[in-house]
């Protein structure tokens, strides 16, 4: 079993930037699809961006399309989400989640297709 924790959440004004990490443990991530997604109170938690196994192939909601990248290093083990230019309805908790996956290139959009959970990370854009 694989062990996903996030960090780099917290407090951010509108305009500016965080850096989420997911740090894995268990299993090396190289052999899963990973994503992350968001959850705003009241709301149903949605997609944000998913990386394949490689790397090679990434993806991303509208909302956020030229303003999140999300990045991998399977050497350390860990999934990154960079977030430039937040604004209040970037306010959510954000989970990390993979899955084994033998593709090289898929990556899931959808929550059933995620088998692993982190805990999450607040994200609060103050406007």
């Known amino acids: 079993q694989v062990q996903l924790v996030e960090s780099g959440g917290g407090l951010v004004q509108a305009g500016g930037s965080l850096r989420l990490s997911c740090a894995a443990s268990?299993?090396?991530?190289?052999?899963?699809?990973m994503g992350w997604f968001r959850q705003a109170p009241g709301k149903e938690r949605e997609f944000v961006g998913g990386i394949s196994r490689s790397g090679g192939s990434t993806g991303y909601v509208d909302s956020v399309k030229g303003r999140f990248t999300i990045s991998r290093d399977n050497a350390e083990n860990t999934v990154y989400l960079q977030m430039n230019s937040l604004n209040s309805e970037d306010t959510a908790v954000y989970y990390c989640?993979?899955?084994?996956?033998?593709?090289?290139?898929?990556?899931?959009?959808?929550?059933?297709?995620?088998?692993?959970w982190g805990q999450g990370t607040q994200v609060t854009v103050s406007s």
């Open positions: 268990g299993r090396t991530l190289s052999n899963y699809a």
């Open positions: 989640t993979g899955v084994w996956t033998y593709s090289r290139s898929w990556y899931g959009t959808r929550r059933n297709e995620y088998t692993h």
